[in-house]
């Protein structure tokens, strides 16, 4: 359980590092540079979608989550999250709620974050979290140098979100197969790929927060299959 504290603490540090070095890195490079992440956001976002089990069972779990995000409007909530943290602790600097949201997104959605907690939890196997905690210090340092500050606050949602996870494996454990896994990964996916759309494209219509209450669901309609 120790490495969702370390996985959190791998962000913290990568946005020290990134927020430090930002002033040496102009917009331009800054752009380019997360473009770049972006474009490989949505292949990896892509890939993991197109390994689905069931399309229109996915397609439920999407219609189903973006329901149930635009009803408690989880985006909005998380980009006042990132307001506050804003005016709290940046003394206003542009682009730390942008930041904070997007960071977050990244590091909590895809088949590492939610089996890395689910393979400490079912098996106290490590390995997973591991290699992704290598992989978002990497990448909290490009979303510092281009978004500033707000990166190191995911650092903290996404040990909650796991340490989540972690528990809500050890509760149902029995519930957690290698067909609802995929499922969540092939929604996850196309989340991801949401996310990296509006990176490169811009936010305009697309809230990508409020879809990500599908990535649970099939653990959910796992839940209800077996008490029917």
């Known amino acids: 359980m ?19 070095f930002r002033k040496y890195v102009s917009e331009k490079i800054s752009n380019s540079v997360i473009k770049v992440v972006a474009l490989n956001i949505i292949i990896i976002g892509l890939k993991e979608a197109l390994n689905y089990r069931n399309g229109m069972l996915n397609l439920a779990y999407l219609v189903v989550g973006v329901i149930i995000g635009e009803a408690i409007d989880l985006d909005e909530r998380l980009k006042k999250m990132g307001g506050y943290i804003q005016k709290k602790f940046t003394k206003g600097q542009e682009g730390v709620a942008k930041g904070f949201v997007v960071s977050t997104i990244i590091f909590c959605v895809g088949s590492m974050a939610i089996l890395g907690p689910l393979e400490i939890a079912l098996k106290n196997n490590n390995e997973i979290l591991t290699m992704k905690s290598i992989m978002d210090r990497i990448s909290a ?18 040990v909650i979100y796991q ?21 969540i ?25 409020n ?3 599908a990535i649970f669901l099939p653990i959910l309609y796992s839940l209800i299959l077996r008490l029917i």
Do not use: C, W
Request: negative net charge; charged residues 10%.
């Open 163 to 183: 340490f989540i996870i972690y528990i809500f494996g050890t509760a149902i454990s029995t519930l957690v197969t290698p067909d609802i896994i995929q499922d």
């Open 185 to 209: 990964s092939s929604v996850g996916g196309v989340v991801l790929l949401a996310l990296g759309t509006t990176i490169v494209f811009g936010e305009r219509n697309i809230k990508v927060s």
């Open 2 to 20: 120790e490495m969702i504290f370390l996985n959190g603490l791998a962000i913290f540090l990568g946005g020290i590092i990134g927020h430090k």
């Open 211 to 213: 879809m990500l209450p």
């Open 141 to 158: 340092i490009i979303f510092a140098a281009s978004y500033g500050i707000g990166v190191v606050f995911s650092g903290i949602m996404v």
